[in-house]
T-cell receptor, first 113, second 114 residues
Framework: AQSVSQHNHHVILSEAASLELGCNYS??????LFWYVQYPGQHLQLLLK??????LVKGIKGFEAEFIKSKFSFNLRKPSVQWSDTAEYFC???????????FGKGTKLSVKP | NAGVTQTPKFRVLKTGQSMTLLCAQD?????MYWYRQDPGMGLRLIHY???????AKGEVPDGYNVSRLKKQNFLLGLESAAPSQTSVYFC?????????????FGEGSRLTVL
């Protein structure tokens, strides 16, 4: 069965630090890749997604992610985090074009002002 | 535009009681999903529906039943609640499974089973 691994459970950064959250998946075929964000007390929102084409994907609020097929990875990055980026981040993978989304366990990001 | 609405938002049950969570979407989406979110476990798919009148099992379906009698509504039922079902439940919908594939989530329903 497909699985999604997020390497860090909790990341603590100071404002203006750079961020990279790891995501690896186990399926070797065609995949659709997503990052969702859940701000405290809110529902999940889509940050960015990758279906095909340029492996460097830009999302909202200055986030980007890079799909590296050879490494089965889709890491999320942001050059300079803000206090308002404090949230939980979920990587999700869809196997093929018609499968259900499989979510990772999430990474909590705490940004110190 | 309400998007995806879940009711109730909070509920406390005793073991063995039954309840139904209602999810309503006003985006005319074909696909609807119920997830549960537990600390350190991420989101796990309970059941989903690919259209009115259809339902299918997800990753953790045991102890839950669902119905999709109307396209806009997706009900999640617990017939005999257990403490292991204490969780936050999220409903989501999407226009298609492929295509953009974006899921739109409700705000969650926090259920505590004593």
């Amino acid at each position: 069965a497909q699985s999604v691994s997020q390497h860090n459970h909790h990341v603590i950064l100071s404002e203006a630090a750079s961020l990279e959250l790891g995501c690896n998946y186990s399926y070797g075929g065609t995949v659709n890749l997503f990052w969702y964000v859940q701000y405290p007390g809110q529902h999940l929102q889509l940050l960015l997604k990758y279906f095909s084409g340029d492996p460097l994907v830009k999302g909202i609020k200055g986030f980007e992610a890079e799909f590296i097929k050879s490494k089965f990875s889709f890491n999320l990055r942001k050059p300079s985090v803000q206090w308002s980026d404090t949230a939980e981040y979920f990587c999700a993978v869809r196997q093929g074009s018609q499968g259900n989304l499989i979510f990772g366990k999430g990474t909590k990001l705490s940004v110190k002002p | 535009n309400a998007g995806v609405t879940q009711t109730p938002k909070f509920r406390v049950l005793k073991t063995g009681q039954s309840m139904t969570l209602l999810c309503a979407q006003d985006m005319n989406h074909e696909y609807m999903y119920w997830y549960r979110q537990d600390p350190g476990m991420g989101l796990r798919l309970i059941h989903y529906s690919v259209g009115e009148g259809t339902t299918a099992k997800g990753e953790v379906p045991d102890g839950y039943n669902v119905s999709r009698l109307k396209k806009q509504n997706f009900l999640l039922g617990l017939e005999s609640a257990a403490p292991s079902q204490t969780s936050v439940y999220f409903c989501a919908s999407s226009r298609t499974r492929g295509d953009t594939g974006e899921l739109f989530f409700g705000e969650g329903s926090r259920l505590t089973v004593l």
